[in-house]
């Protein structure tokens, strides 16, 4: 399993597991051994890049968990539903006018990616990392999908209570109330109306007040250009996608309870996606900051807090093999994650403060993160972010695992802690 290591702490004759690709372009080759020239090289034009780096010693002695089943999906789906949304984007780029989009082969191009991801599930959604903000609107909707797919088949009791509950109807078919469609269109058209904005995503590009106003009311303008022929809730959900739990969202200011569940689940992925991917005037957050703020920090308030609590057991902020710094200044590496606490992985310690290889012995066996003689240490470092804000808050559940939606006879009431 090769091993995550950030750009500031890669050293020479390290050996790349893979080859380095940056916007499609292969900057360094698999296999190739590092050289000082490389090094610096990387430093100045990818401070903040992470290389999979081989080491045939660890693999010898340690078994990872393989998460190449969880990845591929995620890969197979996200490519799809891009590839299907950048034709949509270039029609707007040339200003072809909506009418001429086939509306029916994209649903059913999205609904072969649903039936894929049903017929194999994941337990880890894993997204590509976005390198580039050309086709940012196509990749970013794809994310969305693929998420807010997961994220709805891992919750199937309370999509079916919600779905029940808000129609009034308790004897709601569950096919019908589990069919995900609706959920995953709109994931995919959500956006529809930044398509012909792109001014907005250029770099150095200021925002002038008419823009502002359209990026405020592109969900009510994505909504009303959408055809009538999509399935009953899609342009809800492309209208509603930016309201909030706890009523401050917008158009419309919707309060929790009154938010249909496939616009909360919208919401969670379209925020994860979107705070964790660069644009042009801010840095992307990681995966653990953006995880973090979204299940502790002040944003918490805007996301349904069930959905939120599966939600952070399906996204894993430290991928398998990330070499991470710990509270003594030894590094550890990931070698299984954590279902319950994604933020307390398996993980071994393997190398000394100077990054030297443990000896066997002094390695030991791999643990859970907060467990056992060794509980005293955290987390400290990861590509380069001091993790320091992980010890502000811990789970206010006690560390329990999340209830099982999977039981869709579980009262309602169950759901609101």
């Known amino acids: 399993m090769p091993i995550l290591i950030h750009c500031s702490d890669l050293q020479p004759q390290m050996r790349l597991a893979e080859a380095f690709r940056y916007n499609g372009r292969v900057m360094l080759p698999g296999g190739k051994f590092l050289s000082n020239d490389d090094l610096d090289s990387l430093r100045h034009r990818f401070p903040d890049v992470t290389l999979k780096i081989g080491d045939p010693v660890l693999d010898a002695m340690v078994s990872f968990e393989d998460d190449s089943h969880d990845a591929d999906i995620a890969d197979k789906a996200q490519s799809q539903v891009t590839k299907t949304l950048t034709d949509v984007q270039q029609r707007f780029g040339s200003r072809t006018d909506i009418s001429t989009v086939n509306f029916q082969a994209m649903r059913d191009a999205a609904q072969s990616v649903i039936d894929y991801i049903k017929s194999s599930p994941v337990s880890a ?128 200011a919707v309060p929790g309870k009154k938010l249909h569940i496939f616009t909360r689940i919208v919401r969670i992925c379209d925020a994860y996606s979107a705070v964790t991917s660069a644009r042009v005037y801010r840095q992307a957050k990681s995966p653990a900051r953006a995880l ?58 393997a190398f000394d403060a100077q990054g030297t290889r443990l000896s066997k012995e002094e390695m030991g066996t791999p643990y859970t993160l907060g467990e056992g003689p060794r509980a005293h240490l955290k987390l400290a470092n990861f590509a380069g972010e001091d993790l320091g804000y992980l010890s502000e808050a811990r789970m206010t559940e006690a560390d329990t695992p999340p209830p099982d939606w999977s039981d869709i006879t579980t009262p309602l009431q169950a759901c609101y802690p």
């Open 292 to 349: 973090w703020e979204m299940r502790h920090g002040p944003t918490s308030r805007n996301y349904d807090p069930v959905l939120m609590k599966v939600f952070q057991t399906l996204i894993q902020p430290f991928p398998i093999g990330a070499r991470i710094r710990l509270s003594d200044s030894r590094y550890a590496v990931v070698t299984r994650y954590n279902r319950h606490d994604p933020f307390r992985p398996q993980i071994l310690i």
């Open 125 to 252: 959604a894993l997204l590509k990392k976005q390198t580039s903000t050309d086709n940012y609107l196509a990749d970013h909707s794809g994310a969305v999908f693929y998420l807010s797919i997961v994220l709805g088949s891992a919750i199937r009791g309370y999509v079916v209570e919600e779905r029940r509950r808000q129609t009034r109807a308790s004897t709601l078919n569950t096919d019908v109330a589990m069919d995900l469609t609706p959920l995953g269109l709109g994931a995919m058209f959500m956006d529809i109306a930044m398509y012909a904005l792109p001014q907005v995503f250029k770099p150095d590009y200021v925002l002038t007040p008419e823009d502002r106003e359209k990026v405020r009311t592109h969900p009510i303008v994505g909504a009303d250009m959408l055809p009538d022929s999509l399935p009953p809730g899609v342009k809800m959900i492309a209208r509603s996608h930016h309201e909030n739990y706890d009523g401050t969202g917008y158009p419309d």
